[in-house]
T-cell receptor
């Protein structure tokens, strides 16, 4: 069964303190791994799609990487406005059209 | 702004009642997805429609149903409501049902059952 596990559940960083969020996945034939940002009371906001191991994508202070078993979201020199919950999702080739979401990492960046 | 519109933003009702949540997808998107998000759980996929037809079902209760209309907007109907149905309900849309397509989410409907 397709599964996504995110760690840590919560992370507190000082402004400028770089770190990484982890997304481990089990899927029968990865067709896409997605990162989203969710602010309180809002819907998830799309950040990146990764398709194959070795792929990397960057946007401002965020960089997403992908291996065959996990993805990392690296946050470089974070600012307080980066505080949010970061969600990872996968879609496989199991014959359905379901996206499987992890429970997210709640990031708090302190000024 | 994702371009996905959900109404209403908040809904308060009582157990046993029936409600309808509405979603307008981004312009040009053919696929609509419904999710439930509770405090103690992540996003739970409920159902997907593509161009008016049901494409995939997740953990959707028999008390819940959905449809997508010719103008591509979608409605999620929840009936015989229970306290445990209190949650955020999100709608998302994508260009088509092809693999690798990112979903774009609305800001959700917060449903509170009293």
């Amino acid at each position: 069964e397709d599964q996504v596990t995110q760690s840590p559940e919560a992370l507190r960083l000082q402004e400028g303190e770089s770190s990484s969020l982890n997304c481990s996945y089990t899927v029968s034939g990865l067709r896409g791994l997605f990162w989203y940002r969710q602010d309180p009371g809002k819907g998830p906001e799309f950040l990146f799609t990764l398709y194959s191991a070795g792929e990397e994508k960057e946007k401002e202070r965020l960089k997403a990487t992908l291996t065959k078993k996990e993805s990392f979201l690296h946050i470089t020199a974070p600012k307080p406005e980066d505080s949010a919950t970061y969600l990872c999702a996968v879609r496989g080739t199991s014959g359905t059209y379901k996206y499987i979401f992890g429970t997210g990492t709640r990031l708090k960046v302190l000024a | 702004d994702s371009g996905v519109t959900q109404t209403p933003k908040h809904l308060i009702t009582a157990t046993g009642q029936r409600v309808t949540l509405r979603c307008s997808p981004r312009s040009g998107d053919l696929s609509v997805y419904w999710y439930q998000q509770s405090l103690d759980q992540g996003l739970q996929f409920l159902i997907q429609y593509y161009n008016g037809e049901e494409r995939a079902k997740g953990n959707i209760l028999e008390r819940f149903s959905a449809q997508q209309f010719p103008d591509l907007h979608s409605e999620l109907n929840l009936s015989s409501l229970e306290l445990g149905d209190s949650a955020l309900y999100f709608c998302a849309s994508s260009a088509n049902s092809g693999v690798g397509q990112p979903q774009h989410f609305g800001d959700g409907t917060r449903l509170s059952i009293l």
